[in-house]
């Protein structure tokens, strides 16, 4: 059945758009939860990136009223206003407005966005083409674009932490997990009881999983059922132990992208 289904291109890219709908909306609802570390005395103002900045333009007093928390506020709240539409059609208009909102997000909270974050922005510009040279090619092109996006990004990952010691024998995967949880005690008491060698075989199977991705599209069923498995766990207990829900949904759309992609090139 789930064959069937994303054998068509515009059942894949439905539910492409429903996924990083559902990342986006995660990832703003987050940031309302969160608004007060973005304040003039929190954790994140805009202060500490404006500082950062070299750029004269981002020190404008138009930038302040933007980034500052009302303006942060607005434009999270904008954004989900529009993710409905996003979902059920392909307009333009909407499409460049999500992609303004989310890139200034991306820059308001840089100092804490992570990996989902950025491949959402590459997501709505490749919707974006897609619907403005969509009619000149295969509906296909652009499933077989999102498909190597993910890939590419997922072995430069892994090759990148296979040249460092600290990812292979797990220091940087339980510290970065212990760091996203650093007010929760059970947490702290649960990444001490754990093994080091637990986090050492993560690291290296997280690693591996990475590396090896780049064969997803040549893989035999069977095979790629297995891959896409170990990889919908891997992103679901990341998005869990390490609150990042827009991890688990992002991959969630890219996902029939590659199974689309295997059923045309094997």
């Keep these: 059945m789930i064959y069937n289904y994303f ?18 909306l995660t990832a703003s609802l987050q940031h309302l939860i969160n608004r007060f570390q973005f304040a003039e005395n929190g954790l994140l103002p805009w202060q500490i990136i404006k500082k950062k900045s070299a750029n004269r333009l981002f020190r404008s007093k138009f930038f302040d009223y933007v980034f500052n928390l009302k303006g942060f506020i607005w434009l999270n709240a904008i ?38 974050d950025q491949i959402n922005n590459v997501a709505l510009i490749g919707l974006l083409i897609n619907v403005i ?44 997990i212990a760091s996203r949880n650093g007010n929760s005690s059970f947490y702290l008491q649960l990444m001490e009881s754990i093994p080091a060698e637990i986090f050492k075989l993560s690291s ?5 999983w990475q ?30 132990l390490m609150k990042l829900p827009n991890f688990i949904w992002t991959f969630l759309a890219f996902l029939p992208c590659l199974f689309y992609t295997n059923i045309h090139l094997t």
């Design 204 to 208: 290296k199977m997280t690693i591996g």
């Design 133 to 176: 040279f969509g009619q000149y090619s295969s509906p296909s092109v652009i499933i077989f674009f999102f498909s190597a996006v993910l890939l590419i990004s997922y072995f430069t990952s892994g090759i990148l932490k296979f040249h460092e010691a600290k990812w292979q024998n797990g220091y940087y995967l339980k510290s970065i």
């Design 79 to 116: 954004r989900i206003f529009l993710l409905p539409l996003l979902v059920y059609g392909d307009n333009i208009s909407v499409l460049i407005i999500l992609i303004i909102l989310s890139f200034g997000i991306y820059i308001r909270t840089k100092l804490m966005a992570n990996a989902a």
């Design 211 to 240: 590396i090896t991705g780049v064969l997803i599209p040549f893989l035999p069923l069977p095979l790629l059922y297995l891959y896409l498995f170990i990889g919908l766990i891997f992103h679901v207990s990341t998005g869990i």
């Design 7 to 24: 054998i068509s291109p515009e059942h894949v890219l439905l539910w492409f758009r429903l996924m990083i709908a559902l990342s986006l």
